[in-house]
């Protein structure tokens, strides 16, 4: 298949793995990107730039094919040193940047003289706008479903996409909510270039992830997830378990007065123990609404194989069936 997105990033089917943290390591990216969609190695997750710049390595030695790396622009205090990032980036000879968070235009200059392509994941039209203002390539649409931080608009992709599409010049790929088949198809009906997937790819046999994560994911329901930091305007996505359950309990007694410090325990530093030791309780953690839609642990390539099997099969025959 071949569309504005796999040609802008020379890949064989236009599905992404959106960053991750404490999930995209080199081991996914690298399966990813072997699968013929776009691996991408989650920058922030490495503590120092030089790490990052290993991580890089460690994936080239796992694949030849296009990777990415997801830079997130946090709202915090003591940010990362991001040009240090970007350097690393551009030395290990990195073609896609996917950014998100807050705007990227600080290193939007670095990265485009480097002759990186910029996807930016963005959560409304606005922002979409902005990044195409700013000289983005690509945009990545978060919809209300996604995992992790949705904004505070709560529009779905079922209305977010053909917004999309009727104000944008680039090509954008749907993000949140994507699974199979049917959301690829469904995304490129709606004028999308491919799809990003998160949730999804966390449930495969490469992720490099306690199993108890990837066995949560199969058990829970589309009614598993909890929205929480709300009140702090910074919405995330979790699944629901008794961190949640205690975050939100706090949220509702301290209303307007809550402040980062009286949750800070459920969210800070919580990946690793969770990503790592399987400890499902010790804090939030980003899931989408997908996981009603994931019911099995397939390796990538099984997993990409069947996406583009179940797109076919609905253009060729599904609909031809429907003609006249
Ligand atoms: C566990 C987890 C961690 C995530 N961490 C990040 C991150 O560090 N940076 C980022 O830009 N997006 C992050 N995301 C969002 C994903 O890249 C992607 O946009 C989102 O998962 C898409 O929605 P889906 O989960 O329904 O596929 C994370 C998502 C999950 C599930």
Same mark, same amino acid.
């Given at each position: ?69 997801? /830079?997130?622009? /946090? ?10 990032? +970007? ?23 670095? %990265? ?14 606005? $922002? ?31 209305? /977010? ?23 690829? +198809?469904?995304?490129? !009906? ?16 490469? !992720?490099?992830? $306690? ?6 994911? +199969? ?12 009140? /702090? ?20 007694? %301290? ?55 179940? !797109? ?13």
């Amino acid at each position: 298949m071949k569309t504005a997105i796999t040609k802008m990033f020379d890949i064989k089917y236009p599905i992404i793995q959106g960053g991750m943290h404490y999930v995209g390591f080199a081991e996914l990216a690298a399966a990813v990107s072997n699968a013929g969609g776009l691996g991408i190695i989650t920058g922030l997750t490495q503590k120092t730039a030089a790490e990052l710049g290993n991580e890089i390595a460690r994936c080239k030695d796992m694949t030849d094919k296009p990777i990415g790396v997801n /830079l997130t622009f /946090l709202p915090t205090l003591s940010p990362p040193d991001y040009p240090a990032y +970007v350097k690393e980036i551009i030395k290990g000879g990195i073609k896609v940047v996917e950014t998100a968070g807050r705007n990227p235009s600080q290193v939007m200059p670095h %990265l485009k003289d480097a002759g990186i392509k910029v996807i930016h994941k963005c959560t409304s039209v606005r $922002h979409a706008l902005k990044a195409q203002e700013i000289g983005c390539d690509a945009v990545s649409v978060d919809g209300f479903e996604c995992g992790g931080h949705p904004g505070e608009d709560d529009i779905p992709n079922m209305i /977010l996409l053909p917004r999309a599409a009727d104000e944008l010049e680039i090509p954008f790929v749907s993000s949140g909510g994507q699974v199979d088949g049917r959301s690829l +198809v469904a995304s490129l !009906a709606m004028g999308a270039e491919g799809m990003n997937m998160g949730t999804r790819f966390i449930a495969t046999q490469e !992720a490099p992830v $306690h199993i108890n994560v990837k066995n949560a994911i +199969v058990a829970a329901s589309e009614l598993d997830t909890r929205l929480v930091m709300r009140p /702090l305007r910074n919405t995330e996505r979790v699944l629901a378990n008794a961190s949640s359950d205690r975050l939100l309990d706090k949220e509702k007694t %301290l209303g307007a007065d809550l402040k980062f410090e009286d949750i800070v325990e459920e969210v800070a530093g919580v990946y690793p123990k969770i990503m790592i030791d399987g400890e499902m309780d010790a804090g939030v953690w980003s899931c989408g609404m997908a996981a009603g839609l994931i019911n099995d642990i397939p390796t990538c390539k099984e997993l990409i194989d069947r996406i583009m099997r179940e !797109a076919e099969d609905i253009i060729k025959q599904r609909f031809d069936s429907m003609a006249g």
